[in-house]
């Protein structure tokens, strides 16, 4: 009787020392478990996205305002260039008598030259008016400005807002396209051909 009381009382036993520790264990279990606390984001994060926002910002402000530099020197362009022609007609007609002198000139060089070639198989002579450079040793525009633009002077600028029209802002005459010499109008490439037509009597626009 003694033994089975013994039993019984080891039973109980047992059972409270589980229950206990089940009390003890199961706050650890939980906290071992549970998802860590989410850290605060550290001042140094915060100042690095700052200053990513402010970069992006001033990257597309300059890229905004290069835009509309782009977009201004662009209608600067085309309005020089509506202009062009008119522009280079008022300089026709103003070295119009420098253009005549230079065809009356060499005219019988010309005509003689052509006589020649209408001989040849080819009928093309090399052309002695230019020695086969295909350019004069003036130009009969700039020849008082050194292969600038007469109209802008070589500034490229009709006035503070506005590019030349004669040159589109490339400040060189036109003619000779800077170099002082004008191209030759009584050959191509050097050559004096029947085939080709004599030269205009205007001086070229372009």
Same mark, same amino acid.
């Given at each position: 009787?003694s033994t089975r009381l013994q039993l019984v009382g080891l039973g109980l036993a047992c059972g409270l020392l589980c229950?206990?520790?089940?009390?003890?264990?199961?706050?650890?279990?939980?906290?071992a478990t549970a998802p860590p606390p989410a850290t605060p984001k550290c001042a140094a994060s915060l100042v690095d996205?700052?200053?990513?926002?402010?970069?992006?910002?001033?990257?597309?402000?300059?890229?905004?305002?290069?835009?509309?530099?782009?977009?201004?020197?662009?209608?600067?362009?085309?309005?020089?260039?509506?202009?062009?022609?008119?522009?280079?007609?008022?300089l026709q007609l103003v070295y119009a008598g420098r253009w005549i002198t230079v065809l009356t000139t060499n005219w019988?060089? =010309?005509?003689?030259?052509?006589?020649?070639?209408?001989?040849?198989?080819?009928?093309?002579?090399?052309?002695?008016?230019?020695?086969?450079?295909?350019?004069?040793? =003036?130009?009969?525009?700039?020849?008082?400005?050194?292969?600038?633009?007469?109209?802008?002077?070589?500034?490229?600028?009709?006035?503070?807002?506005?590019?030349?029209?004669?040159?589109?802002?490339?400040?060189?005459?036109?003619?000779?396209?800077?170099?002082?010499?004008?191209?030759?109008?009584?050959?191509?490439?050097?050559?004096?051909?029947?085939?080709?037509?004599?030269?205009?009597?205007?001086?070229?626009?372009?």
């Open positions: 009787m229950a206990v520790l089940a009390q003890i264990l199961t706050p650890a279990i939980v906290r996205t700052a200053a990513f926002e402010a970069a992006h910002e001033q990257e597309t402000q300059v890229h905004a305002q290069a835009l509309t530099q782009l977009q201004e020197a662009r209608a600067k362009f085309d309005l020089a260039a509506s202009k062009m022609e008119s522009s280079r007609k008022f019988p060089t =010309y005509k003689d030259l052509r006589r020649q070639a209408s001989s040849t198989a080819t009928q093309a002579v090399f052309c002695t008016i230019c020695k086969g450079t295909e350019r004069l040793p =003036y130009c009969i525009i700039c020849s008082d400005d050194k292969g600038k633009c007469v109209s802008c002077r070589g500034s490229g600028r009709a006035s503070l807002d506005e590019i030349c029209p004669t040159c589109l802002g490339k400040r060189k005459c036109f003619l000779c396209s800077g170099g002082g010499h004008m191209s030759c109008p009584f050959c191509i490439e050097g050559m004096v051909d029947t085939r080709q037509p004599p030269p205009a009597n205007q001086l070229p626009t372009m």
